[in-house]
């Protein structure tokens, strides 16, 4: 063979390695055996093609339930005319529709529900943002525009039970009658408690009661009161800011009660406790500034919910953590157009089998699934 021929022969399988990889994510081993490795493969065929030539926005929020079904919510009035071509007058093309803000999909894609949007005795938000669906069968929701200081509860057909403050403008961090474009939400079902990252317009968790929407308690960074003065830009060599940044962009609860909050702009995790006791925090990429690198955690379904998965909407990776002391064991994803690469992932979710589901806002506009292909559930 010539040396332009083994030139040419590395080079296809140079190529044929970085098509596979970019198919198939591997998160990197904590220890030897095998079945900790946690490998993934992206499903380019889910979700199966929507109906009704409809079209999803932005996804502020993905959640599974206790069935396994995957909840999204999406913004409509992200979509750009060419993306809503079929719904102008006179029609600007033969595609499409958006499609309502909340939908239900089975694990294989189907889409099982779809509803959302203003309706009689609430106020629908003005910006689609977050989505919780809790072992009671209610679906809560928020926004984050300019006004949108409320969550709203409903029953899965959508059918309204109750507001949680107002569309209105904020009255700042420490009322407690008002939230602050509230990113996202998490239930204790224990406690009947709903916690509330809030948001990015306040900077705290706040606590409700999930039947009556009473306000139980809140706190900010640190478990210390929250300020609304003017905060520093965030300095990767500085002190750590005693402050939540805005967004405080997620909230996840582990079933040992304690609660992971991410602090996205300062590029961090803060753990409570349910009362609000600060436990730790763990910084990740320091150096990114922009959007921050913690946008979103899973958890993940063993028994002993060992690791936690982080979305990371600025460098667009997800890390897998050890959740005991927050050590990166391994991470998937880059930017990119192509199925397994992200561009924002806003929002994440796993579901009872390990397989990871991801939203993408700005101009990605998605939801994917990776399915689990190693046994580290076991």
């Keep these: 063979m010539t040396p332009t ?13 970085v098509c596979f990889t970019a198919v198939v994510l591997i998160a990197a081993p904590d220890s ?12 380019a065929s889910w979700p199966k093609p929507l109906p009704n030539n409809w079209i999803l926005g932005q996804v502020g929020g993905i959640t599974v339930d206790a069935q396994g079904h995957i909840w999204v919510i999406h913004r409509p009035r992200s979509l750009t005319d060419d ?16 499609a309502p803000p909340v939908l239900e999909f089975d694990a294989e894609g189907n889409l099982l529900r779809s509803w959302g949007g203003p309706g009689d005795g609430y106020e629908w938000v003005g910006r689609e943002h977050g989505i919780e669906v809790d072992e009671k069968g209610f679906v809560w929701v928020g926004g984050n525009a300019d006004n949108d200081n409320a969550i709203l509860k409903f029953t899965l057909d959508g059918k309204f039970v109750m507001q949680i403050g107002k569309i209105a403008p904020s ?35 706040i606590v409700f009661d999930t039947t009556t929407g009473a306000y139980k308690r809140h706190w900010g960074a640190y478990g210390k009161p929250p300020s609304d003065e003017k905060q520093p830009l965030y300095d990767p060599n500085g002190p750590a800011p005693q402050q939540f940044a805005n967004p405080v962009h997620c909230v996840k609860l582990a079933n040992d009660g304690l609660l992971y909050v991410c602090d996205r702009i300062n590029n961090r995790i803060q753990v409570f406790r349910k ?6 925090e763990w ?14 955690i899973a958890i993940w379904p063993d028994p002993k919910q060992t690791y936690l998965l982080s979305a990371d909407g600025e460098n667009n990776e997800i890390r897998v953590l050890k959740r005991d002391d927050g050590t ?8 990119g157009r192509n199925a397994g690469q992200f561009h924002w992932v806003h929002a994440m979710a796993v579901d009872a089998k390990g ?13 994917q699934k990776f399915k689990l292909t190693s046994n580290a559930l076991r």
């Design 283 to 296: 910084f990740y990429e320091k150096n990114t500034r922009g959007n921050g690198a913690v946008w979103d």
């Design 83 to 98: 993306e809503k071509g079929a719904t102008l007058n006179p029609p600007r093309s033969k595609c499409c529709v958006p």
């Design 355 to 367: 397989n990871v589901y991801t939203a993408e806002v700005d101009t990605g506009k998605r939801i």
């Design 5 to 17: 021929r083994k030139r040419a022969r590395r080079n296809l399988s140079k190529a044929i390695a």
């Design 32 to 43: 030897s055996r095998a079945g900790d490795i946690r490998t993934f493969a992206v499903d």
């Design 275 to 280: 009362d609000g006791t600060f436990v730790k």
């Design 328 to 335: 990166v064991v391994g991470s998937f994803g880059r930017s």
């Design 171 to 205: 009255k700042g961090s420490n009322d407690t009658t008002q939230l602050g474009k509230p990113a996202e939400t998490a239930i204790d079902k224990d406690a009947n408690e709903i916690f509330v990252a809030d948001g990015y317009g306040n900077r705290r968790i």
